[in-house]
């Protein structure tokens, strides 16, 4: 899946362990996702305009 239109997802990328590593909204913010080489989830970054909120996952 590379959008879903009716959530307002425009983009959809991912890497190369076939997880999401950047979710594109119509409003042109973003959601950027880091991960370790196992697949587990590291980080989370919300960028809505000129806020950005970051979320970092113990291990």
């Known amino acids: 899946m590379t959008k879903k239109l ?28 880091t991960y370790a080489v ?3 989830k590291l980080r989370t970054v919300h960028k809505i305009g000129n806020t950005t909120a970051t979320t970092v996952y113990c291990r």
Request: zero cysteines.
């Open 6 to 33: 009716n959530n307002n997802i425009t983009d959809i990328q991912y890497n190369y362990l076939n997880l999401p590593s950047k979710v594109t909204f119509k409003d042109g913010s973003t959601i950027t996702y």
């Open 38 to 40: 196992n697949g587990t």
